[in-house]
């Protein structure tokens, strides 16, 4: 089944403490982004890879990391997390540029961070 | 840039009744393909239906139809028969192509929250 895996799907952690979201996807898709929900602003792109060791900032890039060592996991690193972290994050994965317009983006399940 | 804008922070239907999600865009992009998604009380993100600029014909996917007005950018989604089960945040989204790295982005409007009243 065609599926991008989030990991965890519920956090609580403290504030300055290391955490990572893992994100893998099992379509081969090149690229692979990030988003944050927050009520009333929608989603927002944080990070983006267009492939394989190819990362950019999206919209709201502080404060987080990625990293795209393989092609199939995109993860997602809080070297530092503070409540304003707090949110529901998404991975999603597109094919590449070739088809891209037309393409729907696959979704993670989420993962609902709280930052105290 | 690319913005959406969904100006409707909820709305209300009666079960089996017709109901119309607004979303307005604004691209300087070429080519763009506008999206709507659903997000029901579990979280996860449903792909509805697609809309191409460049496509002469509304896009339809069962109950949902897209009502595409490219001279007033609108693509408002319409929910025919609603059921019970339609309740959820509706997110309209875009993806434009001016050349470079732009292409994968998806922008998101505000989202609105449909609840269907049996």
């Known amino acids: 089944e065609a599926q991008v895996t989030q990991n965890p799907r519920y956090l609580i952690t403290v504030t300055g403490k290391k955490l990572t979201v893992t994100c893998s996807q099992n379509m081969n898709h090149e690229y692979m982004s990030w988003y944050r929900q927050d009520p009333g602003l929608g989603l927002r792109q944080i990070y983006y890879?267009?492939?394989?060791?190819?990362?950019d900032k999206g919209d709201v890039p502080e404060g987080y990391k990625v990293s795209r060592k393989e092609k199939r996991n995109f993860p997602l690193i809080l070297e530092s997390p503070s409540p304003n972290q707090t949110s529901l994050y998404f991975c999603a994965s597109s094919p590449g540029q070739a088809s891209f317009v037309g393409t729907e983006a696959f979704f993670g399940q989420g993962t609902r961070l709280t930052v105290v | 840039a690319q913005k959406i804008t969904q100006t409707q922070p909820g709305m209300f239907v009666q079960e089996k009744e017709a109901v119309t999600l607004d979303c307005t865009y604004d691209t300087s992009d070429p080519s763009y393909g506008l999206f709507w998604y659903k997000q029901p009380s579990s979280g996860e993100m449903i792909f509805l239906i697609y809309?191409?600029?460049?496509?002469?014909q509304n896009a339809t996917e069962g109950r949902y139809s897209l009502n595409f007005q490219k001279a007033r950018k609108s693509a408002n989604l319409v929910i025919s028969a609603s059921q019970l089960g339609d309740s959820a945040m509706y997110f309209c989204a875009m993806r434009g192509y001016a050349g470079g790295t732009s292409y994968g982005k998806l922008t998101f409007g505000q989202g609105t929250i449909l609840t269907v009243h049996p």
């Open positions: 809309q191409g600029s460049y496509d002469q």
């Open positions: 890879s267009m492939n394989v060791e190819v990362t």
